[in-house]
T-cell receptor, first 111, second 115 residues
Framework: SQQGEEDPQALSIQEGENATMNCSYK?????LQWYRQNSGRGLVHLIL?????REKHSGRLRVTLDTSKKSSSLLITASRAADTASYFCATDGGGNEKLTFGTGTRLTIIP | KAGVTQTPRYLIKTRGQQVTLSCSPI?????VSWYQQTPGQGLQFLFEYFSETQRNKGNFPGRFSGRQFSNSRSEMNVSTLELGDSALYLC??????????????FGPGTRLTVL
């Protein structure tokens, strides 16, 4: 079963716009990570945020974490065509020492 | 440094057969985790091996098994294949056990089709 639900399930935006996707999870966590997956391929790690952090930046990525609401968001600024991919949040903790992935958001950047 | 490699990349089997998939982690990584990805169920954790020991296991039937060798390479085996086993099987490696702050590095996956 999946720990996280992501929303929206699919998102299409124009190149240059910002993209925001959200992740909600059910149990307490140690860390939350975001991954990107290009069509039918392996996952690429984007960023990790610890449970005691509220916000983290990496290049054009900004991640926020609200443990009281059990939710996180990933913001990609100034989107590019190469950002077209599926994005997954993954959590660990809650007694499970493994990564549990969300359902994913399919992001399409329109040139 | 070479990334995580998985072989074969594509596989077609028929129901009732068995299959073995292989994963070579990044050099120096001792943890290997396996995941199944399907359109309906998403990404689901199968098991994790660390230093040749199974450290964690997901909710899959006993037909799914795995092992890890002393060089950290891992194999997973699925016996008595069912149509529902058609999926992308991903492995990921990390230096330390999964579930901490170590990044997991994923391989490209093995696409298994069961006819």
């Amino acid at each position: 079963s999946q720990q996280g639900e992501e929303d929206p399930q699919a998102l299409s935006i124009q190149e240059g716009e910002n993209a925001t996707m959200n992740c909600s999870y059910k149990t307490s966590i140690n860390n939350l990570q975001w991954y990107r997956q290009n069509s039918g391929r392996g996952l690429v790690h984007l960023i990790l945020i610890r449970s005691n952090e509220r916000e983290k930046h990496s290049g054009r990525l900004r991640v926020t974490l609200d443990t009281s609401k059990k939710s996180s968001s990933l913001l990609i600024t100034a989107s590019r065509a190469a950002d077209t991919a599926s994005y997954f949040c993954a959590t660990d903790g809650g007694g499970n020492e493994k990564l549990t992935f969300g359902t994913g958001t399919r992001l399409t950047i329109i040139p | 440094k070479a990334g995580v490699t998985q072989t074969p990349r594509y596989l077609i089997k028929t129901r009732g057969q068995q299959v073995t998939l292989s994963c070579s982690p990044i050099s120096g990584h001792r943890s290997v985790s396996w995941y199944q990805q399907t359109p309906g169920q998403g990404l689901q954790f199968l098991f994790e091996y660390f230093s040749e020991t199974q450290r964690n296991k997901g909710n899959f039937p006993g037909r799914f098994s795995g092992r890890q060798f002393s060089n950290s390479r891992s194999e997973m085996n699925v016996s008595t294949l069912e149509l529902g086993d058609s999926a992308l099987y991903l492995c990921a490696s990390s230096v330390r056990p999964a579930g901490g702050t170590d990044t997991q590095y994923f391989g490209p996956g093995t696409r298994l089709t069961v006819l």
